[in-house]
């Protein structure tokens, strides 16, 4: 039964995003604050330049491939299927576990607002209402599943964009100056540490790439929505990390951007940044299960899975667009 590409542009795009912008960021800045001082902005915009080539490579192969499977189908194809199933595993293993850890970041998040549902069976409870919403949606058919994960895209962008302005308000007021000097300070092994760290903050996008068999014109939608998620990203992380330093210098903080918003916001700042928080992470968890379903799918149609994983319902390979409001 065939898949219905009913993953536009826009949506397609959000779904990057989301998979880019997780956890991460709300400590992020601290650390390269810590490393770099007052040159950490630069360290966003370098690691986005190194990011830039491996998206550049996938792009590429992705546009080739019009079926649903993301890297474990482009190994596959190019290296045999002991090698595409070592990536299929692991990237598996690496989806499951990272909702699992985004999913008690958001509830500690959760927590610090509503201290009840922190602890015992009502966190179980919140964490099981918390996997059991996209579950359904996405059970709906793909194109709710691209709907939900694009809205919280955008939801967890305004918070972000909000407070960047706030601090670009202040940076204003008080700018800080990045001298040739501050560059060059830190040895170069800080910097290739540091490095590493901003590349893995600008991971994620892979999981994007799984439903390639559900998305419209492909081979165009696939590089535009990498260039266009990763220079969204590379703008929030950059000017974030300026609003960092210029806010409250390079102090050693463990909740960077929580103390941004104090300074900025007041006594209200602290939960202005746990709910960007909770949007962030449920962002991600919101692509991610639009994203992994789609790899036992592409495994059981190369025959590397049970067959059963590639039986599609009717509803859900043909989901009824009248349904749907928003053109995406």
């Not at 918070?159 to 000097?181: E, K, M, N, Q, R």
């Not at 390079?250 to 960007?276: C, N, W, Y």
């Not at 992994?292 to 590397?304: I, N, Q």
């Not at 590639?310 to 009824?320: E, F, G």
Request: hydrophobic residues 55%; aromatic residues 10%.
């Amino acid at each position: 039964m065939a898949l219905s590409r009913a993953i536009g542009p826009w949506a397609y795009t959000g779904l990057i995003v989301n998979c880019i912008i997780g956890g991460g960021i709300f400590g992020l800045p601290g650390e390269l604050s810590r490393t770099l001082g007052v040159a950490s902005p630069i360290a966003m915009l370098t690691g986005a330049l190194g990011m830039a080539i491996l998206m550049a490579c996938a792009a590429e192969v992705g546009s080739q491939f019009p079926e649903t499977g993301g890297p474990y189908l482009y190994v596959r194809r190019a290296f045999g299927r002991f090698a595409g199933l070592q990536v299929a595993w692991f990237w598996l293993l690496a989806m499951i576990g990272g909702v699992a850890a985004i999913a008690n970041v958001f509830v500690s998040y959760l927590g610090g607002l509503v201290p009840a549902l922190s602890s015992g069976s009502a966190r179980a409870l919140t964490i099981a209402v918390l996997i059991a919403v996209p579950t359904v949606i996405n059970c709906l058919g793909v194109r709710s599943g691209a709907v939900f994960s694009g809205l919280l895209a955008i939801a967890k962008l305004l918070p972000l964009g909000l407070l960047i302005v706030l601090g670009l308000g202040y940076a204003f007021a008080h700018p800080t100056i990045i001298h040739a000097s501050d560059i060059t300070a830190p040895d170069w092994t800080v910097w290739i540490s540091a490095l590493l760290t901003v590349l893995w903050a600008y991971g994620g996008w892979e999981d994007g790439l799984a439903p390639g068999g559900e998305v419209k014109e492909p081979r165009r939608a696939v590089p535009v929505a990498l260039a266009a998620g990763l220079l969204l990203s590379t703008v929030i992380y950059t000017l974030l990390q300026y609003v960092t330093i210029s806010s409250i210098g390079t102090a050693v903080t463990d909740h960077p951007l929580a103390d941004v918003a104090s300074r900025l916001m007041g006594d209200t700042g602290r939960d202005f940044v746990s709910i960007a928080a909770l949007l962030s992470t449920y962002g991600y968890i919101s692509a991610t299960f639009l994203s992994a379903p789609r790899l036992p799918y592409a495994l059981a149609v190369e025959r590397d899975s049970p067959p059963i994983f590639a039986n599609l319902p009717h509803a859900i390979a043909h989901p009824p667009t009248r349904l749907w409001l928003l053109p995406l």
